[in-house]
């Protein structure tokens, strides 16, 4: 499989400098990602999806975030202590991001195809005039009607969901073996949606190209995703493949997130929620489980013992002291309702 490895996450913790005292957004951080795989990331806002996709492509902010360890691997070569110049070199055309928010995300004092032709000129070898028109086939293939005038608009001219179609569109525009979409349908329609869903898919599947796909939308992550990470608080509790986390989930807070997706084929009265919310970086504990104050099947051991990643079979794993028989043994509830 190493002939097929695109991405390797090891022991990665990165954060922010908070008035002279360093915080973990992320700790702790392992993933693989394969030509091919489309890696499903999950949590609730403050789980440091975002950040996990900053920190891989250097892109934490100046001064204050870093990475403070572990390492990042891009086909077989650590990527994470790279020279800006190197790494340049490899991101928006080996390693492309959708951004989550397209508001901020363009230049506005720049058109939409001066932007995408930039990136095309500098990373193909392609003149500007083929980058243009390379440009407004892309801008067709995302949805945006009237690409060749689009494509001489600034973003301010268009709308949310055409501003998001068009970071889509440059994220794709040189081909990237390993695409990270941080929530790249938040602003569109239902029906846009299906369509950019379909699109990535489509360019996924043509040029065995990895995917890192970040959103709160459990339905999508269902849909497109082969494998799904959660997040909580900085860390993942449980990996394992899509059908299994949707059909077998071992960690409470997958059960709890899996619970509060709305459903048509039950009566629901009220819809399920998660008590509390995610704590903040200075809110941490030092030891034991950070969701033991919000899980329903806490026990003395989550607060005093800290976790270990336990392997429910060769693709699942999880890290709860419910299922670490060592902790149980001592104690404590005998299984997950």
Same mark, same amino acid.
Do not use: W
């Given at each position: 499989?190493?002939?097929?490895? /695109?991405?390797?996450?090891?022991?990665?913790?990165?954060?922010?400098?908070?008035?002279?005292?360093?915080?973990?957004?992320?700790?702790?951080?392992?993933?693989?990602?394969?030509?091919?795989?489309?890696?499903?990331?999950?949590?609730?806002?403050?789980?440091? !999806?975002?950040?996990?996709?900053?920190?891989?492509?250097? /892109?934490?902010?100046?001064?204050?975030? =870093?990475?403070?360890?572990?390492? $990042?691997?891009?086909?077989?070569?650590?990527?994470?202590?790279?020279?800006?110049?190197?790494?340049?070199?490899?991101?928006?055309? =080996?390693?492309?991001?959708?951004?989550?928010? @397209?508001?901020?995300?363009?230049? @506005?004092?720049?058109?939409?195809?001066?932007?995408?032709?930039?990136?095309?000129?500098?990373?193909?070898?392609?003149?500007?005039?083929? *980058?243009?028109?390379?440009?407004?086939?892309?801008?067709?293939?995302?949805?945006?009607?009237?690409?060749?005038?689009?494509?001489?608009?600034?973003?301010?001219? /268009?709308? %949310?969901?055409?501003?998001?179609?068009?970071?889509?569109?440059?994220?794709?525009?040189?081909?990237?073996?390993?695409?990270?979409?941080?929530?790249?349908?938040? *602003?569109?329609? $239902?029906?846009?949606?299906?369509? +950019?869903?379909?699109?990535?898919?489509?360019?996924?599947?043509?040029?065995?190209? %990895?995917?890192?796909?970040?959103?709160?939308? #459990? %339905?999508?992550?269902?849909?497109?995703?082969?494998?799904?990470?959660?997040?909580?608080?900085? =860390?993942?509790?449980?990996? *394992?493949?899509?059908?299994?986390?949707?059909?077998? @989930? !071992?960690?409470?807070?997958?059960?709890?997130?899996?619970? *509060?997706?709305?459903?048509?084929?039950? !009566?629901?009265?009220? /819809? =399920?929620?998660?008590?509390?919310?995610?704590? %903040?970086?200075?809110?941490?504990?030092?030891?034991?489980?950070?969701?033991?104050?919000?899980?329903?099947?806490?026990?003395?051991?989550?607060?005093?013992?800290? #976790?270990?990643? +336990?392997?429910?079979?060769?693709?699942?794993?999880?890290?709860?002291? #419910?299922?670490?028989?060592?902790?149980?043994?001592?104690?404590? @509830?005998?299984?997950?309702?």
């Amino acid at each position: 499989m190493k002939d097929k490895e /695109l991405l390797k996450v090891k022991d990665l913790c990165a954060g922010f400098e908070i008035n002279g005292k360093r915080y973990n957004a992320i700790s702790n951080i392992n993933l693989t990602i394969n030509k091919g795989e489309v890696m499903g990331i999950v949590g609730e806002s403050g789980s440091g !999806k975002s950040v996990l996709s900053m920190s891989i492509m250097r /892109l934490l902010p100046d001064k204050i975030g =870093e990475i403070h360890s572990g390492e $990042v691997h891009f086909k077989q070569n650590r990527i994470d202590n790279l020279s800006m110049n190197d790494f340049n070199k490899i991101r928006g055309n =080996e390693l492309a991001m959708i951004f989550q928010e @397209p508001m901020t995300s363009l230049n @506005p004092v720049f058109t939409i195809g001066n932007q995408m032709v930039e990136m095309m000129v500098n990373h193909l070898d392609v003149n500007k005039s083929q *980058a243009k028109e390379r440009a407004i086939t892309l801008l067709k293939q995302v949805g945006i009607p009237r690409a060749d005038e689009v494509v001489n608009s600034y973003p301010h001219q /268009l709308s %949310g969901g055409m501003r998001q179609r068009v970071m889509i569109a440059m994220a794709i525009s040189c081909s990237p073996e390993l695409l990270i979409a941080d929530e790249p349908t938040t *602003a569109l329609d $239902v029906t846009v949606q299906a369509q +950019i869903l379909e699109l990535l898919k489509f360019i996924q599947q043509d040029n065995d190209m %990895g995917i890192i796909f970040i959103s709160h939308d #459990l %339905g999508v992550i269902s849909e497109v995703c082969d494998n799904v990470a959660v997040m909580y608080a900085g =860390e993942i509790v449980e990996r *394992a493949r899509v059908e299994d986390i949707f059909n077998e @989930p !071992k960690h409470p807070y997958t059960r709890l997130l899996i619970n *509060a997706i709305p459903r048509l084929d039950i !009566k629901q009265e009220r /819809l =399920e929620t998660i008590e509390g919310t995610v704590p %903040g970086l200075d809110e941490l504990p030092e030891v034991g489980c950070k969701f033991a104050n919000r899980c329903p099947h806490a026990m003395p051991a989550c607060t005093q013992q800290n #976790l270990r990643t +336990i392997h429910i079979n060769e693709t699942h794993r999880v890290s709860c002291h #419910l299922f670490d028989e060592t902790v149980m043994a001592e104690g404590g @509830p005998t299984h997950v309702e």
